[in-house]
């Protein structure tokens, strides 16, 4: 028995585990751990955050966030500090954490770089409009049903 009602809507959501399977591959002679890199990408594009704020954004548990925010700070990627008149604590990339970012920011780059090249005859930019209208599409249904 199958429960798909073609082999289309099989086969997208096989593709789509194959992407999810490959978000936390590491680049050789990455600094940082997957965890750390999302953190730092959050911190450094999008700057300070308070620990909701970044659970929210990268949509995980805030006791997750936590854990993976601590540790960023004990390898000196994070730092923590008050802001006058507000109850939560804010987060910030340090320098240390801004040069890991870039590094490994780079290194997945590069192997981007490496895939688009194999892709051949196939563009970048048409793949970025492809997943940019799915995951815009996914999101206005996902909304539709509540």
């Known amino acids: 028995m199958t429960v798909w009602s073609s082999t289309v809507h099989r086969d997208v959501v096989e593709e789509l585990l194959r992407l999810r399977r490959r978000r936390n ?3 050789p002679g990455a600094i940082l751990d997957v965890s750390a890199f999302h953190i730092l990408w959050v911190l450094c594009e ?3 955050r308070t ?3 970044l659970s929210e954004e990268l949509e995980l548990e805030q006791s997750t966030v936590n854990r993976q925010v601590n540790a960023a700070l004990k390898h ?3 730092e923590r500090y008050d802001v006058a008149g507000q109850a939560s604590r804010m987060h910030r990339a340090t320098a240390s954490g801004r040069e890991a970012f870039a590094h490994d920011g780079m290194a997945r780059v590069e ?3 490496g895939v688009f090249d194999d892709l051949a005859p196939g563009e970048p930019e048409e793949l970025l409009a492809q997943l940019r209208a799915f995951n815009d599409a996914y999101e206005r249904q996902v909304g539709r049903e509540g």
């Open 25 to 27: 591959d590491l680049h």
């Open 51 to 53: 620990l909701r704020q």
């Open 76 to 78: 000196g990627y994070v």
């Open 111 to 113: 192997r981007l770089q």
């Open 46 to 48: 999008g700057g300070p």
